[in-house]
């Protein structure tokens, strides 16, 4: 028997100074079986990064030519492809080729530093792609903040995040690499 993905819900409220946007937002997100905590709030991060009203979760982690959030315009092609984790050249080349914008979030702490000696000259000709890293410290502490009911408040404020529920607050601020 398959196992089924986590439902989890979370209320998010976004107030961020940098792109002047400001919003709440009710989600309902899928944790696949294999996804962490952690890496699940890598993604939230990213959502809160660039929240936007079109922005969509992807299937991510149960297909293979899906992102893990999304933005398409009413003519189904992509403006921002998200993704996270440390993918490899033929990934990143194929959603830079699908999308206006692509936008790749590391976390893993000590295996984003090879991964990105080896890659980085092999990405320089994507225009469209930014790669942030999120501190390994960071997405531990944001870990701490999951909960299969969230209530999350996110202020973005000279490329820094603070992520707060009503005890714990975390700021992060992720490392552009590319």
Request: charged share 25%.
């Amino acid at each position: 028997m398959a196992i089924k993905a986590t439902v989890v819900k979370s209320h998010l409220s976004v107030a961020d100074m940098d792109r002047h946007h400001y919003a709440d937002y009710e989600l309902t997100w899928a944790m696949h079986p294999s996804e962490t905590p952690r890496r699940f709030m890598v993604r939230l991060i990213a959502f809160a990064l660039n929240a936007h009203e079109d922005l969509q979760m992807g299937k991510g982690l149960c297909v293979d030519d899906e992102p893990e959030l999304w933005i398409k315009d009413l003519s189904d092609n992509i403006e921002l492809w998200i993704d996270l984790g440390q993918l490899d050249e033929k990934w990143l080349r194929k959603a830079s080729g699908r999308a206006n914008q692509v936008q790749l979030y590391c976390y893993g702490g000590g295996a984003v530093g090879p991964w990105w000696k080896t890659i980085e000259s092999k990405l320089s000709r994507f225009d469209n792609l930014s790669v942030w890293q999120i501190d390994e410290a960071d997405a531990d502490a944001a870990a701490q903040l999951f909960e299969r009911g969230m209530r999350l408040s996110a202020s973005i404020d000279q490329g820094s995040l603070c992520l707060s529920n009503e005890t714990d607050t975390v700021w992060l601020t992720p490392t552009r690499l590319k």
